[in-house]
């Protein structure tokens, strides 16, 4: 499978917890993004990397969250002291560099805080 | 600021039934692209088409059609004689430069 694969797909903490996701993009692909969908909405942007380079941030990324590509593959994406606020499905994407080019998604990770 | 709208929250048809979602976009830049990708119940957003601004020609891809229109900055789609694996949240997407703005999506449930 050479698909963008994602782990945990489930991660149930308690508030305050820090939790680390993990994204394996495709591949050949220079691009790699995260977004957050909660019910009801569509993915919303948090950041994009191009290899190893954090390009752009969303204003929703605050400071308890960050993220790193340090290899140019796979990236982590960390929520440290998580509120329940966060509980969200987290999606990570990749795509060639080439403008417009059409996104491939991961399977997401579902985050519930308690 | 680009924007993606679709006002449809939820949608239900029976099997067969023809079904369109709508999609509104606005946007300040004259190149951008536009997708729609659809999420089952598995999570995962499945890619479906895109289109450039420089392209209005409508496009129809077996009972997937695609009606763009600059002119009401819409782009919107049709499912013929709808099926219930069509049954998922279908997005429309807004591509500028190298980073996408999503609609809200549309829950489309095709009853058997």
């Known amino acids: 499978d050479t698909g963008v694969s994602q782990d945990p797909r489930h991660k149930i903490t308690k508030r305050g917890q820090n939790v680390t996701f993990r994204c394996d993009p495709i591949s050949e692909h220079n691009r790699l993004y995260w977004y957050r969908q909660t019910l009801g909405q569509g993915p919303e942007f948090l950041t994009y990397f191009q290899n190893e380079a954090q390009l752009e941030k969303s204003r929703l990324l605050s400071d308890r969250f960050s993220a790193e590509r340090p290899k140019g593959s796979f990236s982590t994406l960390e929520i440290q002291r998580t509120e329940q606020g966060d509980s969200a499905m987290y999606l990570c994407a990749s795509k060639v560099t080439a403008t417009n080019e059409k996104l491939f998604f991961g399977s997401g990770t579902q985050l519930s805080v308690l | 600021a680009q924007k993606v709208t679709q006002a449809q929250t939820e949608i239900s048809v029976v099997e067969k039934e023809d079904v369109t979602l709508d999609c509104v976009y606005e946007?300040?830049?004259?190149?951008?692209?536009l997708f729609w990708y659809k999420q089952p119940p598995s999570g995962e957003l499945v890619f479906l088409i895109r289109?450039?601004?420089?392209?209005?020609q409508n496009e129809i891809s077996g009972r997937y059609s695609w009606n763009f229109q600059k002119s009401t900055s819409s782009f919107n789609f049709t499912i013929t004689a709808s099926q219930v694996v069509d049954s998922a949240v279908y997005f429309c997407?807004?591509?500028?430069?190298?980073?996408?703005?999503f609609g809200p999506g549309t829950r489309l449930s095709v009853l058997p």
């Open positions: 946007t300040r830049d004259t190149t951008y692209y």
């Open positions: 997407a807004l591509s500028y430069g190298q980073n996408f703005v």
């Open positions: 289109r450039n601004s420089f392209d209005e």
